[in-house]
């Protein structure tokens, strides 16, 4: 397909983690940060693997489970006002703005993210990793950045790179328990990019 057309709730939306066999070297990650790294990132991306005990291999990824929430994306403004000696009013300047914070609210099944599972084990753990955020407003046939899968709707993806830094609880006698997964974002978010279909 191409990119989401239309206005909708993004509720097939998922966030997903590189989860290779080998961690992301140096070089790979300066490909990752470079003008065109679309076709580098979407390597990533090829084949979904299993939260908790999923086999790493080149290529394999993990989706986060039941998320409940998605934080705001993207670079945002940091608009500076400057005084002008004689003008009624400052001019605005952009400034360099900061990163925001990624933490993403799911709803917590302690199985899934135990330190022996294969995304658990990841939280703390200082690696760079590849992070995907896919914008969906229909159910694809699969979530790898692939024609026969994410090309099947329309789909609009972006990429970053980052560390898994911290998960903290939110025990609910009410609700679903929660917890708030907090991602640093290393390298600015670049997209939006869509998977297509097969020819």
Do not use: C
């Not at 908790?52 to 994306?73: H, L, S, W």
């Not at 974002?185 to 869509?194: F, I, N, P, S």
């Amino acid at each position: 397909m191409t990119h989401v057309s239309s206005i909708g709730a993004g509720i097939f939306s998922a966030l997903a983690v590189g989860a290779p066999l080998v961690n992301l070297s140096a070089a790979a990650q300066d490909t990752l940060s470079g003008p065109n790294p679309e076709a580098a990132f979407v390597a990533l991306f090829a084949s979904k693997i299993n939260p908790i005990n999923g086999v790493k291999a080149a290529g394999t990824f993990v989706q986060v489970p039941n998320v409940r929430e998605f934080p705001e994306m993207g670079v945002p403004p940091n608009i500076v006002n400057v005084p002008r000696f004689g003008a009624r009013v400052s001019a605005q300047i952009q400034g360099q703005a900061d990163a925001p914070t990624f933490e993403v609210t799911v709803n917590y099944v302690p199985a899934e993210w135990a330190k022996s599972t294969t995304l658990g084990g990841m939280i703390k753990d200082g690696v760079v990793r590849a992070f995907r955020f896919a914008l969906l407003n229909s159910e694809p046939a699969g979530y790898a950045s692939l024609p026969a899968e994410l090309g099947t709707v329309e789909n609009s993806e972006f990429y970053f790179l980052g560390k898994m830094e911290a998960i903290t609880y939110n025990p609910q006698l009410t609700d679903a328990n929660q917890a708030t997964l907090t991602v640093s974002m290393l390298t600015e978010m670049v997209g939006a990019y869509t998977i297509n279909p097969l020819a």
